[in-house]
């Protein structure tokens, strides 16, 4: 059974940091992509960033040059170091991969979601 799990979300100051990391576990013979969307009261989720196996990373314009995304395949992990954080950052922090789990099966799984909350 796959399973994915964030950690590292919280409270912070405007102007502060945080990174998020999210570690899939299970049954997986391939990561095709891992990465981080969030929502936020009244909004739809977002895309905030994503990284394939190869290392192409791909960001929403609002997090490009505060926001980066990396990864450890040997541990099935991807991490989302945030910086210059701002109040409309506070969101529910989402992991969303897209596992192969067998051959001719790849689909999608989340995370439970972290809470990111800015404060000025």
């Known amino acids: 059974q796959v399973q994915l799990v964030e950690s590292g979300g919280g409270l912070v100051q405007a102007g502060g940091s945080l990174r998020l990391s999210c570690a899939a576990s299970g049954s997986i013979f391939g990561i095709s992509v891992m990465g981080w969307y969030r929502q936020a009261p009244g909004k739809q989720r977002e895309l905030v960033a994503t990284i394939t196996s190869g290392g192409i990373s791909n960001y929403a314009d609002s997090m490009k040059g505060r926001f980066t995304i990396s990864r450890d395949n040997t541990k099935n992990t991807v991490y989302l170091q945030m910086n210059s954080l701002k109040p409309e950052d506070t969101a529910i922090y989402y992991c969303?991969?897209?596992?192969?789990?067998?051959?001719?099966?790849?689909?999608?799984?989340w995370g439970q979601g972290t809470q990111v909350t800015v404060s000025s």
């Open positions: 969303n991969a897209r596992l192969i789990v067998r051959i001719g099966g790849e689909y999608d799984y």
